[in-house]
């Protein structure tokens, strides 16, 4: 018996320990439950169907490895970020998929934590955890990109009830989810940073439509999202009436500095496997002596510990009762940036395999063909890179306009 066929049970909640001890509980825990087939390393990796991957994530709640740092009368654990910081390690020191709702346990989940009401928390959390809820993130627009200052849905309030108009795109993961964390203009659309209002809108909710959008590697994760007359219930507004833009930078500090925090992690697993591929190939492996790729080779190894850095410096700024602020714009430049060059010199490497492919270099390849595309996206989502330099320009160095 798998533990997601197991009744309910809190391996890793329950124990009392820390540190070293607190981190090889995860790693039996994961490594012991984990299907192999899951992994995209295993020559049996078979990406897991949506059911499965439900059934997974609220497995590793059950076991206490998400909603780690929020409060237990909202379905959390009640740990320390230090200890979301170790399952995080250790998660990504696996090869093992991504997260169907990290939106709802990253995004959607802290900032109802933040400005939610206490109705709201109840609600929308546990769900989240024990993934009844997936959310989707609804802030890109065909006309405003990254610059969300510039959006154009529209909500209207006519006493308890808020109507919607208006397009997301480009909004991950909609076509599953029952939730959307969706940003929306009720002022002027000249006021660009007052007048925008957060909701959580039922995606099941006459007049919402979702169209999916076939991107370069097959999938269809991606979507349109379209608001024609939405009616959403005031209980479903997060936060202030027009302080939606404070919340949504909250939001995207968040997903720029501390979501996914096992990124660098899973870099580091990724850059391991591709080293063990290559040696298994005469010609690969002689590749891997050869100056310019080991120059290259070593430059990702910094590349990692920087991001390690990155992650683990926004840690330490937050328990000591920080902010991240437009750091979270360092972070968000440098991971994006990274592991895009690390993708096209995987590709180099691997694209100079002689045939017949050894078993050991098809796997790969066909793990980082993947991680190749996705990586494309990866300066461009949650902000691209322009609107990285142009915080970090504005907000951290200060310099003058134009410049």
């Known amino acids: 018996m798998t533990v997601m066929e197991a009744q309910p049970r809190a391996d890793v909640a329950a124990a009392s320990l820390t540190g070293e001890a607190y981190r090889l509980k995860v790693r039996d825990w994961l490594r012991n439950e984990l299907p192999g087939s899951y992994r995209s390393d295993s020559p049996q990796f078979s990406p897991p169907t949506l059911e499965q991957s439900i059934a997974w994530e609220a497995a590793m709640h059950r076991a206490g490895l998400s909603g780690m740092t929020w409060p237990t009368s909202y379905g959390g654990h009640g740990r320390t970020l230090r200890e979301h910081l170790i399952v995080n390690q250790e998660i990504g020191a696996l090869a093992m998929p991504d997260s169907v709702n990290s939106i709802g346990k990253e995004l959607a989940g802290p900032i109802i934590l933040a400005i939610g009401t206490e109705e709201q928390k109840k609600r929308f959390l546990p769900a989240i955890l024990q993934m009844r809820n997936i959310w989707c993130q609804g802030f890109s627009e065909p006309e405003a990109g990254s610059d969300l200052a510039g959006l154009r849905t529209r909500a209207v309030r006519h006493g308890d009830i808020w109507r919607i108009n208006g397009q997301k795109i480009w909004t991950s993961g909609a076509a599953r989810s029952q939730r959307c964390l969706l940003l929306a203009r009720t002022g002027p659309v000249e006021d660009r940073h007052r007048g925008l209002a957060l909701f959580a809108v039922p995606l099941d909710a006459p007049g919402v439509r979702v169209r999916t959008i076939k991107s370069i590697d097959g999938k269809e994760s991606f979507c349109e999202v379209f608001f024609d007359d939405v009616e959403v219930a005031q209980l ?168």
């Open 236 to 403: 479903d507004a997060l936060g202030a009436p027009d302080e939606g833009w404070a919340a949504a930078i909250r939001v995207l500090e968040i997903e720029r500095a501390t979501n996914r925090m096992y990124r660098a992690w899973r870099f580091e697993n990724e850059l391991r496997h591709l080293i063990s591929a290559c040696k298994t190939d005469t010609v690969l492996a002689g590749l891997l002596a050869d100056s310019h790729y080991a120059v290259r080779l070593a430059e990702t190894v910094v590349d990692i510990e920087v991001l390690k850095a990155h992650v683990e410096t926004a840690v330490d700024v937050l328990v000591n009762g920080g902010s991240i602020g437009a750091r979270g714009s360092l972070a968000k430049l440098h991971w994006s940036e990274a592991h895009q060059r690390f993708a096209m010199l995987a590709m180099e490497l691997l694209s100079k395999a002689p045939l017949p492919l050894a078993p050991s270099v098809k796997v790969a390849l066909r793990r980082f063909e993947g991680i190749y595309l996705a990586s494309r996206a990866e300066t461009i989502y949650a902000g691209t890179t322009e609107i990285q330099l142009g915080i970090i320009a504005d907000r951290i160095l200060a310099l003058s306009k134009g410049r």
